[in-house]
């Protein structure tokens, strides 16, 4: 009764824009076909079809992972999805046993990861090569304040699609705004060079990058507020970086976050948030994965109280 409610909001609400795959489910759309368009990722009901598959692929690694891998098909048989639901599901989230099993898996099946999971996961030499698969990270559950992990480990290992907690504005939502302001804001950006370069290619170079702030105009006050007192403006420049894992025996397929997150701010102009001047001494940053590093500019106030407020990103 629920799940056909729920298909029903969907297609009332969303209409044209929801995304309602074919019958087959063996062909991804191209990232064009998705352009403005909702996609759900849920469970659907197994196909005779890709329950021999498994079944096949279960045997050609040995007995001991037939009856694994087969009590996990037989789980999934159990699953009650309505029809009207699962017409509507391009993404099936499915159980995640080895990747071994995975790759004989439809190109519409996905894993899910729990931030504290990439890394376990990824230990195993095996597991490297065939991560790039289709795969989908998300915050952990210890996670009780909806706070985020930064996005930049699972971009730079190639996850396909890094959820995060949308509820909190926190400078990971800021560093994953960014990034999805790429490519035309389309909402797809290609996956890291580092990722789809073979390994015998090094990518990662140490640079220096430096950056001046001269000036800005007419800033806002906090909050968007129309009258109030005259603010006192100072930036704050943030770098957020990952870095190959150097006692990784993955030969660096691996990464970890940088722990120092480096961060500079320049001095505050009092009273002036029309045109203050700034020109800064010069900051420099040293980045190491050019394809995933990011930089944020913070612009707050100094005279806001206790905490200062922020005015915009």
Not at 155 to 159: D, M, R, V
């Given at each position: 009764?629920?799940?056909?409610?729920m298909?029903?909001?969907?297609?009332?609400?969303?209409?044209?824009?929801?995304?309602?795959?074919?019958?087959?489910?063996?062909?991804?759309?191209?990232?064009?076909?998705?352009?403005g368009?909702?996609?759900?990722?849920?469970?659907r009901?197994?196909?005779?079809?890709?329950?021999?598959?498994?079944?096949?692929?279960?045997r050609?690694?040995?007995a001991?992972?037939?009856?694994?891998?087969?009590?996990?098909?037989?789980?999934?048989?159990?699953?009650?999805?309505?029809?009207d639901?699962?017409?509507l599901?391009?993404?099936?989230?499915?159980?995640?046993?080895?990747?071994?099993?995975?790759?004989?898996?439809?190109?519409?099946?996905?894993h899910?990861?729990?931030?504290?999971?990439?890394?376990?996961?990824?230990?195993n030499?095996?597991?490297?090569?065939?991560?790039?698969?289709?795969?989908?990270?998300?915050?952990?559950?210890?996670?009780?304040?909806?706070?985020?992990?930064?996005?930049?480990?699972a971009?730079?290992?190639?996850?396909q699609?890094?959820?995060?907690?949308?509820?909190?504005?926190?400078?990971?939502?800021?560093?994953?705004?960014g990034?999805?302001?790429?490519?035309?804001?389309?909402?797809?950006?290609?996956?890291?060079?580092?990722?789809?370069?073979s390994?015998?290619?090094?990518?990662?170079?140490?640079?220096?990058?430096?950056?001046?702030?001269?000036?800005?105009?007419?800033?806002?006050?906090?909050?968007?507020e129309?009258?109030?007192?005259?603010?006192?403006?100072?930036?704050?420049?943030?770098?957020?970086?990952?870095?190959?894992?150097?006692?990784?025996?993955?030969?660096?397929?691996?990464?970890?976050d940088?722990?120092?997150?480096?961060?500079?701010?320049?001095?505050?102009?009092?009273?002036?948030?029309?045109?203050?001047?700034?020109?800064?001494e010069?900051?420099?940053f040293?980045?190491?994965?050019?394809?995933?590093?990011?930089i944020?500019?913070?612009?707050?106030?100094?005279?806001?109280?206790?905490?200062?407020?922020?005015?915009?990103?």
């Open positions: 009764m629920y799940q056909r409610q298909a029903a909001i969907l297609k009332n609400t969303l209409g044209e824009l929801l995304y309602i795959p074919d019958k087959k489910y063996n062909v991804l759309p191209s990232p064009n076909e998705l352009i368009k909702v996609v759900l990722k849920g469970k009901p197994p196909e005779a079809e890709d329950i021999e598959k498994m079944i096949e692929s279960s050609a690694l040995g001991k992972e037939i009856s694994n891998d087969t009590s996990s098909i037989q789980t999934a048989t159990l699953i009650e999805i309505v029809d639901l699962a017409k599901t391009l993404l099936n989230g499915v159980p995640f046993t080895n990747f071994a099993t995975s790759v004989f898996l439809p190109c519409t099946h996905m899910s990861f729990s931030e504290s999971k990439i890394a376990k996961v990824l230990k030499p095996n597991n490297a090569a065939l991560w790039r698969d289709y795969n989908r990270t998300y915050p952990s559950g210890s996670r009780v304040d909806s706070s985020n992990a930064k996005p930049l480990v971009w730079a290992t190639g996850c699609l890094v959820a995060l907690n949308y509820q909190t504005h926190d400078s990971a939502l800021v560093i994953n705004d990034r999805f302001r790429e490519n035309g804001g389309c909402g797809y950006v290609r996956k890291p060079d580092s990722v789809l370069k390994s015998s290619e090094k990518l990662d170079e140490e640079i220096t990058l430096s950056i001046r702030v001269l000036s800005g105009t007419c800033l806002p006050k906090p909050k968007a129309k009258v109030g007192e005259v603010i006192s403006p100072y930036v704050v420049i943030r770098a957020y970086d990952v870095a190959l894992d150097e006692c990784d025996p993955i030969g660096g397929s691996l990464r970890k940088l722990l120092d997150r480096a961060e500079r701010k320049t001095e505050e102009i009092p009273d002036n948030g029309y045109c203050p001047q700034w020109k800064s010069v900051f420099s040293k980045l190491k994965s050019l394809d995933v590093s990011m944020s500019f913070y612009v707050s106030d100094s005279e806001a109280g206790f905490l200062d407020d922020t005015m915009c990103k």
